[in-house]
């Protein structure tokens, strides 16, 4: 795993430290519907009654999605130190997660902690259509309680960590998970799951309440149900209020950037856009925008795997690009960039497992579409009409007046007839901000200008004997 550089960064400025947001949902209560299940065990005995709802210690739900990154892990521990302190009776891992990021030493010391709270952890692989792959799924060997939704998976576990001074274990079900992934009918027959009985899984989150009724942990024995009558006489059963909890504003928008697909698209984007801004007089929105893409991307590239070679090929790919750009035509170096950017695409990320760090189909059509469409035909008309048109072409411009947007010493910017145009000054005349110039010659995109007063001597007699000879 490649240094966490950027993340560093982030702890010293006190970004990535910012707490999650909790937001409280009142439990619901459970109808007695088509595909809701209730999990039951004959051993538990008390049962508490719709007098006694009001008084039954809430449970916390966590929701754990996308990569296992280090935003995610410190969520978790801090929900179990939550839930803890708050009084709360378990906490429950909504779990859809297909690989981590995190070192291996964190992610045992995570397992360590989920095995050994000192309140019950329960996890839910859900909603339908979720997966917990590679080192997430073992997380299902060191819970309390695990379950899975209908059309949910698990698997691909890899080598399973050692917790405790033995190694986890999900019965006989080791092997098939190792390389493998199971569905819920294929894991409730190999033993895998943890008081869920029922062949439909668990399809409702709030189904976990049932599951968890009745379990001893460190000698208490959790009371997450109540029993009541509904209007017609018929007995009911009431969950215990969930409070469920994700992470925050800031956390999340670390952990969303923390992925292949939003990593490639920022810096695909800021890349481009900061090329863009190469060829434009002064700094515009098409600057500022790039640079907060590409911070975002390098923060999101810190917490995933890269392949440091197409890193490289993905930067030099840009420079390939920019040198056409300049000229105003896609020729070699265009064609270069493309190809290279392509490889970069393929090669960014590195595998974690049996999981692919690739980003999505649709992403990477849309970003090697985009750049090709951007760099063959958007940028070389943007610098033919911008430098190389009639309406602004150079002669007209040398002997024209202006005024310096900022010092320039010896480059800078300068307003011209109401448009911003890149300066240049002989380093003796330097000008400051809104003093008046004169535009004595062009070189390339650049102007090369002079100070209304004190500017070079030969230029002020070349515009003499030129107003001469037009008399």
Same mark, same amino acid.
């Given at each position: 795993?490649r240094?966490?550089?950027?993340r560093?960064?982030l702890l010293?400025?006190?970004?990535a430290?910012?707490a999650?947001?909790?937001g409280?949902?009142?439990?619901?209560?459970?109808?007695?519907?088509?595909g809701v299940?209730?999990i039951s065990?004959?051993?538990?005995?008390?049962?508490a009654?719709?007098?006694d709802?009001?008084?039954?210690?809430?449970?916390?739900?966590?929701?754990?999605?996308g990569?296992?990154?280090d935003?995610?892990?410190?969520?978790?521990?801090?929900?179990?130190? =939550?839930?803890?302190?708050?009084?709360?009776?378990?906490?429950?891992l909504?779990l859809?997660s297909r690989?981590?990021?995190?070192s291996e030493?964190?992610f045992?010391?995570?397992?360590?902690?989920v095995a050994?709270?000192?309140i019950p952890?329960?996890?839910?692989?859900?909603?339908s259509?979720?997966?917990?792959y590679?080192?997430p799924a073992?997380?299902l060997a060191?819970?309390?309680?695990?379950?899975?939704?209908?059309?949910?998976?698990?698997?691909?576990?890899?080598t399973?960590?050692?917790v405790g001074?033995?190694?986890?274990?999900?019965?006989?079900a080791?092997?098939?998970?190792?390389?493998?992934s199971?569905?819920f009918?294929?894991?409730?027959?190999?033993?895998v799951?943890?008081?869920?009985?029922?062949?439909?899984?668990?399809p409702?989150?709030?189904?976990?309440?049932?599951?968890?009724d009745g379990?001893?942990?460190n000698?208490?024995?959790?009371?997450t149900?109540v029993?009541?009558?509904?209007?017609?006489g018929?007995?009911?059963r009431?969950?215990t209020?969930?409070?469920?909890?994700?992470?925050?504003?800031?956390? =999340?928008?670390l952990h969303?950037?923390?992925s292949?697909?939003?990593?490639?698209?920022?810096?695909s984007?800021?890349l481009?856009?900061?090329?863009?801004?190469?060829?434009?007089?002064g700094?515009g929105?098409?600057?500022?925008?790039g640079? +907060?893409?590409?911070?975002?991307?390098?923060?999101?590239?810190?917490?995933?795997?890269?392949?440091e070679?197409?890193?490289?090929l993905?930067f030099?790919?840009?420079?390939a690009f920019?040198?056409d750009?300049?000229?105003? +035509?896609?020729?070699l170096?265009?064609?270069v960039?493309?190809?290279?950017?392509?490889?970069?695409?393929?090669?960014?990320?590195?595998?974690?497992g049996?999981h692919?760090?690739?980003p999505?189909?649709?992403?990477?059509?849309?970003?090697i579409g985009?750049?090709?469409l951007?760099f063959i035909?958007?940028m070389p008309s943007m610098t033919?009409?911008?430098f190389?048109?009639?309406?602004?072409?150079?002669?007209w411009?040398?002997?024209?007046?202006?005024?310096? +947007?900022?010092a320039?010493n010896?480059?800078?910017?300068v307003?011209i007839?109401?448009a911003?145009?890149?300066?240049?000054?002989n380093?003796?005349?330097?000008?400051s901000?809104?003093?008046g110039l004169r535009? +004595?010659?062009i070189d390339?995109?650049?102007?090369?200008?002079e100070p209304?007063?004190g500017?070079a001597?030969?230029?002020r007699e070349m515009?003499k004997s030129?107003?001469?000879?037009s008399?």
């Amino acid at each position: 795993m490649r240094p966490r550089r950027m993340r560093r960064w982030l702890l010293a400025v006190g970004l990535a430290g910012a707490a999650p947001v909790a937001g409280l949902i009142a439990g619901t209560d459970i109808v007695h519907a088509e595909g809701v299940v209730e999990i039951s065990r004959p051993h538990v005995n008390h049962r508490a009654t719709a007098t006694d709802s009001d008084e039954l210690a809430p449970v916390d739900v966590v929701e754990v999605s996308g990569l296992l990154d280090d935003i995610l892990v410190d969520e978790i521990e801090s929900a179990i130190d =939550r839930a803890t302190t708050q009084g709360s009776q378990a906490v429950v891992l909504q779990l859809n997660s297909r690989a981590a990021v995190v070192s291996e030493e964190r992610f045992v010391n995570l397992l360590t902690q989920v095995a050994e709270a000192s309140i019950p952890i329960g996890v839910w692989v859900g909603p339908s259509g979720s997966r917990a792959y590679g080192a997430p799924a073992q997380l299902l060997a060191v819970a309390d309680v695990t379950a899975m939704a209908p059309g949910a998976r698990i698997g691909y576990t890899g080598t399973l960590k050692k917790v405790g001074g033995e190694v986890l274990s999900f019965g006989k079900a080791d092997d098939l998970l190792t390389n493998g992934s199971l569905g819920f009918l294929e894991a409730r027959e190999q033993g895998v799951l943890k008081f869920s009985t029922d062949d439909r899984g668990v399809p409702v989150l709030r189904n976990m309440l049932f599951a968890l009724d009745g379990l001893t942990v460190n000698g208490k024995q959790l009371n997450t149900v109540v029993d009541g009558l509904d209007e017609s006489g018929q007995v009911v059963r009431e969950a215990t209020t969930a409070r469920f909890f994700k992470l925050g504003l800031v956390p =999340r928008l670390l952990h969303t950037v923390a992925s292949p697909a939003s990593a490639y698209l920022l810096i695909s984007a800021g890349l481009a856009l900061l090329i863009f801004e190469l060829f434009t007089a002064g700094i515009g929105v098409a600057g500022l925008v790039g640079a +907060v893409c590409t911070v975002l991307a390098s923060i999101g590239m810190s917490y995933v795997p890269i392949n440091e070679t197409g890193l490289v090929l993905l930067f030099i790919g840009m420079v390939a690009f920019a040198v056409d750009v300049q000229v105003g +035509v896609p020729r070699l170096w265009t064609g270069v960039g493309l190809v290279l950017y392509i490889i970069s695409s393929f090669t960014l990320f590195e595998p974690v497992g049996a999981h692919v760090m690739r980003p999505t189909w649709i992403t990477l059509v849309t970003c090697i579409g985009g750049i090709a469409l951007t760099f063959i035909v958007g940028m070389p008309s943007m610098t033919r009409t911008r430098f190389a048109t009639p309406t602004i072409g150079r002669e007209w411009l040398i002997g024209r007046e202006g005024v310096a +947007v900022g010092a320039i010493n010896p480059n800078g910017t300068v307003n011209i007839d109401g448009a911003e145009w890149r300066a240049r000054t002989n380093r003796a005349t330097p000008l400051s901000d809104t003093q008046g110039l004169r535009v +004595v010659a062009i070189d390339g995109v650049t102007l090369e200008v002079e100070p209304l007063e004190g500017g070079a001597r030969d230029y002020r007699e070349m515009r003499k004997s030129g107003d001469v000879g037009s008399e």
